[in-house]
């Protein structure tokens, strides 16, 4: 029998507990501050869009939040999810690093999105809401949440980002399959959306033009309540059954990590797969680097100011302090559409700005050649947004090639890229470029934030 | 802790060997013949296009034969596939039934077929052939070599049903992501392709038709040699991994099953699944049901005729003894592509004539219908060729509920519809219609057959 390739976690292990970093922080995060008055926001004014079992979660320093049974009997369709050693890869890196990816592409809709999906659908159901409205870039998002409304027969509308809408068919049909209605964002269903399309009638879309949209729906009718894929604390909390489950895993394989490598829109892949390991440093346990991989044509932490900023194009949301390129930035239209987010998690802002992890941005075209570099030797075609965790994790293993160092690398493989083959196609038709921007041009972004 | 979803074996609980139902059968399979002299055809001849360890499998009444390490060392990417107890679904159909399914999705491609085509690939590489061409209806297949091809440094060249090539450029992309190949037949490089176009330009294609065009091309080159993705016993002999997985699964589960359901198109996964079983119950063991679901557009097993005939159009294949609507049958072009095959697995159709299994056809609206149904409660979106194997166990659920039995249903869930979603956005656009067809139909069709 030749050496092990998957760790799998029996049913029975599902962890019971989500990891809640905000125990651990050395510094407590900036609060929200309301968008008209700029004065910090309270519980009952976010219950205009969220259920109360959310904001809570959202506001807790808690250390451990038990997840409830319904909740854990949905996770159990594909949950614990595979870790993999990726010995096809190292092999064909000629590394001698050791490469470990946790998989959740195993998921119905192909991603990490579900965990947090069908967490939020829950406490919604529990909480009387009949309808959620929520916005998706790639598309990732919303056909999660469109998946776990059906599971608890709630109404589910998504505003998609134009482009994407028109780059992926089939991801809309994914959520019709479950039921879910879709709507290219900005729409004219929406003041927001009008606003947009009076200006500029041909907009592609952005994340924050959507959520505009989706808050807007949301806060007008009682039994709607909005439900947001990435960025915030118990989104992020959410996903951390990642990291409680490859840290068993990585157990199993008899090996810790040396550096863990995702990548960055929003930040919930990354922190969920980062933050229990750096709870664990955080309280005296072993060191690990932590590297977030961002798109340099959406440099959110790399180039990006650490600032409080609104979370919607509207300037609807709440203002939060996080890395942010400024409201009104829309990056061009690549295929990494849940990349494409002007801000970052306040969480995952925090970290970095406490020097507990690195953040560095790649180019598409290096994460298309690093996708196909690992397809064929590992079998599975990565999400253009994973693809970034790809060529992170690649450039980690090239490194220690290079140094002649053992090192263990584990990274995030968030999602497949099945709905996302035309990405491949335009790759392979040349049709990709790359991006930079000079300093002008985010010194211009920049000069749009709120003064508070 | 709520009870178990999956059933999930260990890495090194992999099958050692394939089974060979060959051995149990109780009269011997007729032996193929020469397409030109009607004469029984021996391994010197297939050798043209088939290397010899293939052609040994395929004649072979071994009951055990080796899975080569190497073959196993990339089957473990993601093999033992999961078993999973549908629970959700039970629930959504009021059904008192079990009902399990082996999904084999979680494969590179998303279906069983790179169990064969791994297998097939060493084959070819350890008997020095540089180069595989095939045909590919739904391009499970054709993604499967390509896969497999790229694992053992093959170069792999696709002929695709046009059809097939126009509706899911998604699958081409993934081929060309494997660094396949990829030509829409019929084909102007062929013989048998220009003859085709010559009296119907716009032929949407057929999978006899790509048959003979990957065909003609291994046998004109040396270092060239054809696989075939269904039909020959060396393919069933491969999948029959997900049958023998099946059995220590249910195991695990305490359960054994009532009836066994699966889709037929040239009948690898149904022979997969199900030949462990009757084999079991041909040396004696428990009996079970056999079930074959074929789509109503291509009704080979329920109104075809168990004789000779070509496998392909142009008559270059050995005749084999199967079902068949004869090899001029153009089924219409239905989304469930990898199905509309005009012949059956000699294997499988044995099994049949010896009464060993039952067959019936579905309309697509209900197949369509079925894997929404089985969507919402289990999550996995299935393939349209698989929708076929989900309509038949919920036929079987519901039996189950309209007699009050708490029979154990098994159906293989052969592949995810990911690269398919095209004919969701049909069915949802209520584009799709039913196929029958009359008794002359039927009656001219099989009129073509050949005189042997």
Not at 27 to 33: E, G, N, T, V, Y
Not at 50 to 65: D, G, K, L, N
Not at 229 to 234: A, I, P, R, T
Not at 258 to 278: A, E, K, M, Q, R
Request: aromatic residues 8%.
């Amino acid at each position: 029998m030749s050496k092990q390739l998957k760790y799998l976690l029996p049913e029975d292990k599902l962890p019971t507990h989500w990891y809640n970093l905000a125990a651990d922080l050395p510094s407590p995060l900036d609060p929200p501050l309301h968008p008209g008055t700029g004065a910090p926001i309270g519980p009952d004014e976010l219950s205009a869009i969220f259920p109360m079992p959310i904001i809570e979660q959202e506001m807790s320093t808690e250390r451990e939040i038990e997840i409830p049974e319904p909740v854990r009997d949905i996770l159990r369709l594909w949950r614990p999810s595979p870790l993999f050693r990726a010995r096809r890869l190292e092999k064909a890196l000629g590394t001698p690093a050791k490469i470990f990816y946790k998989y959740e592409g195993v998921s119905p809709t192909g991603s990490h999105k579900p965990n947090s999906a069908v967490a939020q659908a829950y406490y919604n159901a529990i909480s009387g809401t009949k309808r959620i409205t929520t916005e998706t870039g790639a598309g990732q998002w919303g056909s999660s949440l469109a998946f776990a409304c059906a599971q608890f027969g709630l109404e589910c509308k998504v505003f998609m980002v134009r482009c994407s809408f028109e780059q992926k068919p089939y991801r809309a049909a994914l959520m019709e399959t479950f039921d879910a209605t879709v709507v290219p964002s900005p729409s004219s269903e929406t003041e927001a959306g009008r606003a947009i399309l009076a200006e500029d009638p041909d907009s592609t879309g952005s994340l924050g033009m959507a959520i505009a949209e989706a808050v807007e729906q949301a806060a007008q009718r009682d039994d709607t309540c909005y439900a947001l894929g990435s960025v915030l604390n118990h989104v992020l909390l959410h996903q951390t059954i990642i990291g409680l489950e490859a840290i068993e895993q990585m157990e199993m394989a008899g090996a810790e990590p040396d550096v863990i490598v995702g990548c960055t829109g929003g930040g919930s892949n990354w922190g969920g797969l980062v933050f229990p390991y750096l709870g664990r440093k955080l309280r005296g346990g072993r060191d690990v680097r932590l590297v977030a991989v961002e798109p340099a044509a959406c440099p959110t932490l790399t180039k990006g100011k650490f600032a409080y900023d609104y979370g919607d194009t509207a300037k609807l949301t709440p203002l939060v302090k996080m890395h942010t390129l400024g409201s009104r930035f829309v990056p061009p239209g690549i295929h990494a559409g849940g990349l494409r987010y002007h801000g970052m998690a306040p969480m995952v802002s925090k970290v970095l700005e406490l020097g507990l992890c690195e953040a560095r941005n790649v180019q598409q075209l290096e994460c298309f050649s690093s996708a196909i570099t690992f397809a064929k030797a590992e079998g599975i075609v990565p999400a253009p947004e994973t693809t970034h965790a790809v060529a992170g994790a690649i450039q980690e293993a090239l490194r220690c090639k290079e140094e002649g160092k053992e090192e263990t690398i584990l990274f995030n493989l968030s999602g497949h890229g099945h709905f996302d083959m035309q990405a491949y196609i335009n790759y392979f038709g040349d049709k990709l470029v790359d991006y930079d921007y000079t300093e002008s041009e985010i010194a211009m972004a920049l000069s749009g934030l709120p003064s508070v």
